[in-house]
């Protein structure tokens, strides 16, 4: 296939969040031994990351081998340049879908082509599973799951439902997934919610039946679902129930759920994971071709679909706790490994990569437990949560070493990370810094009461303000002629950026003095390509400790500045890229000593003996 390299294959195996100073010291105490072959017999290097460090935006850049001006994607949350509002950078209604078409219901969010595009329109055979931002699929030559973006069966991100006889307090966090239900000689009677469906002029959630029963010695329940019924014990994860729902005349739309029982007595409490699409029968296109994800429900059975299938939220709202967290993990990562191993046995030619996500969440969630300047860590708690980190990382050495020993010597093998990790002790609330420095001007102060701080701008007055906040550290200014009603001169543009970048950069935590931001990127200097017009203006590169806080993302300006991070979400990496870069692994020797991720796609096709000449990044064999 090529004669310039001896290989003629190549694999890929993308490890989201593994971190190189956490991957030395477990190779150093011996914990890791195939990560630690694998550096002795190839290569081993931090992988420098993408600008901002977020995982959308580096597995672009991964998949493209160029920056975010080329596939337009700058960070998890935009805004829509219209109205200012936020809206999701890895998921995108078809809005001229008028019909409802199944094939037509998403649009793809990645511009431009990625190196299985390329290698599979050079008919190489191409297999690549869960990789991030690729739905809705090109349907094209090579076979692709798409991960991080595939949504609910509502089109969602993914909203867990939560049964209960509890009564809920009004403000509690998450009120919103609660069904309230009510216990009749053992016998609950309630729904499951669907997609939505027009009726009579309005569109309402379709709705399937659930009928309840509590077991005799209240161990458990017995649950009946579209004419099936499960026996579920308490403190269990389910196995998975599949879910029909009338959508129209003659027809239906299915989905797939899980449920943890908490309890029955003295309260009913039972969690329901979002209803994902079901493979079997998809709802909507998430793999190409079309029909592929039914094969791998053949081989399979049923498994997680959701693009991002663990649940944090529920986690961090109290309706499952660690255990349980971690049990869903545990079978999420299981299933994932299961179709490695079943579509890795198929493979006999070409290019197969596949990504694993759990260890990302499992950092994001239990890094206060390794962190004792964290403002949620205490000693019981760590006591009992300071190994998972450590034991998902020597789960992903096992998957790694059982990966090497399927190896052949025709086969170029890369493991990565997109970034690494570091703590998140500090919520910063850009908007708030901008309302107090003159940037953004508000209709009224902000209660100290309003933790939110007006989401979605609804306190801001546009004809006053010079620049806002949305996303993860994007700033964006108020452009005249860009933005609805943008007050800003293009000819002004250079030395207001200026001018908050300089300021920006001496904003001082009052807590301990700590300088909250490290870097200030101006859009235009580190962007190039055909999707650059849409990069935010000034990119925040936030020093370890600190991250834009949730508010922020969604266009909130809460009366501070600053807070404590009372969140589970403890870890992070939307931090300064230099801070958190990833790593790389290789049978091979590289010949880069600092390489980006943006090298990867490159690397590929040289050894698949294809021209990448429109790359930025550079083969690193």
């Known amino acids: 296939m090529n004669g310039l390299t001896k290989y003629k294959k190549v694999v890929l195996l993308g490890m989201d969040g593994l971190d190189p100073q956490m991957l030395s010291r477990l190779m150093s105490e011996g914990k890791l031994p195939h990560f630690s072959k694998l ?43 219209s109205d200012y509002m936020p809206e999701l950078t890895i998921m995108k209604v078809n809005p001229k879908n008028m019909f409802g078409k199944r094939e037509l ?16 329109s050079k008919d190489i055979p191409s297999v690549v599973l869960k990789w991030p931002v690729t739905f809705q699929p090109k349907q094209n030559k090579a076979k692709l799951y798409a991960g991080l973006g595939v949504p ?23 009120i919103e997934k609660i069904i309230r239900v009510t216990v009749k000689n053992e016998r609950i009677s309630t729904y499951i919610s669907g997609p939505r469906v027009a009726k009579l002029g309005s569109r309402e959630e379709a709705k399937a039946d659930m ?35 009338k959508v129209g005349i003659m027809k239906n739309a299915s989905g797939i759920v899980k449920f943890f029982l908490n309890g029955v007595n003295p309260y009913f409490e039972m969690y329901m994971s979002a209803v994902q699409v079901n493979p079997k029968d998809p709802a909507f296109v998430i793999t190409s071709p079309d029909d592929y994800i039914q094969g791998l ?58 990504a694993f996500f759990t260890t990302d969440r499992i950092q994001h969630i239990f890094w206060a437990a390794i962190d004792r300047e964290h403002p949620l ?40 990370s997109d970034h690494g990790f570091s703590t998140f002790r500090r919520v910063v609330h850009i908007n708030s810094w ?22 979605l701008f609804q306190n801001v007055d546009w004809k006053n303000t010079k620049a806002f906040s949305v996303g993860f550290g994007s700033i964006y200014l108020n452009l005249k002629g860009r933005e609805r009603e943008g007050i800003v001169p293009p000819p002004e543009a250079g030395s207001l950026m200026k001018d908050i970048a300089e300021k920006i950069l001496k904003l001082a935590d009052p807590k301990d003095g700590r300088l909250a931001v490290k870097s200030a990127y101006m859009g235009s200097e580190i962007y190039s ?77 040289e050894i698949l003996g294809i021209e990448h000449a429109g790359m930025e990044g550079k083969s690193l064999i």
């Open 297 to 354: 429900a053949k081989d399979l059975g049923l498994f997680y679909t959701l693009g991002m299938s663990e649940d944090t939220k529920a986690l961090e709202e109290g309706r499952i706790d660690e255990e349980a967290f971690i049990g869903m993990c545990d079978e999420i990562i299981s299933e994932q490994e299961e179709m490695l191993w079943s579509e890795f046995g198929k493979f006999k030619d070409g290019l197969f990569a596949f």
């Open 377 to 416: 860590y205490n000693e019981e708690y760590a006591q009992k949560h300071s190994r998972v980190i450590d034991d998902y990382y020597i789960r992903m050495d096992s998957i790694l070493g059982k990966m090497m020993e399927r190896l052949d010597d025709d086969t170029a093998f890369m493991a990565f």
């Open 529 to 605: 390509g055909p999707r650059a017009f849409d990069a935010p203006d000034i990119v925040l590169g936030f020093n370890e400790g600190f991250r834009a806080s949730w508010q922020t993302a969604i266009g909130g300006a809460p009366a501070v500045i600053f807070d404590d991070n009372l969140k589970k979400w403890s870890g992070d990496h939307i931090v300064d890229h230099s801070i958190v870069p990833g790593i790389i692994l290789t049978n091979f020797q590289i010949n880069n000593a600092s390489p980006g991720l943006m090298d990867i796609a490159p690397t590929v096709l």
């Open 211 to 245: 009928a309840v029963k509590i077991l005799p010695d209240a161990s458990g329940a017995e649950l009946e679902v579209s004419g099936k019924k499960i026996i579920l014990k308490r403190g269990s994860w389910s196995k998975w129930v599949e879910v029909q729902f």
């Open 105 to 120: 219901m998403f649009l793809p969010v990645m511009h431009g082509d990625s190196f299985w595009d390329i290698a599979s």
């Open 434 to 455: 901008l309302a107090e420095n003159g940037f953004m001007v508000l209709k009224q102060k902000v209660s100290s009461a309003d933790k939110e701080g007006g989401p």
């Open 39 to 81: 550096s002795r017999t190839g290569s081993f290097a931090p992988l420098a990351t993408s600008n901002p460090a977020q995982s959308p935006v580096a597995w672009a850049s991964i998949a493209t081998g160029n920056n975010p001006g080329y596939h337009g994607i700058f960070d998890f949350i935009g805004r829509r340049v």
């Open 152 to 174: 609910d069966i509502k089109g969602g991100l993914g909203k867990y439902s939560y049964y209960t006889t509890r009564d809920i307090p009004a403000g509690e966090e998450g």
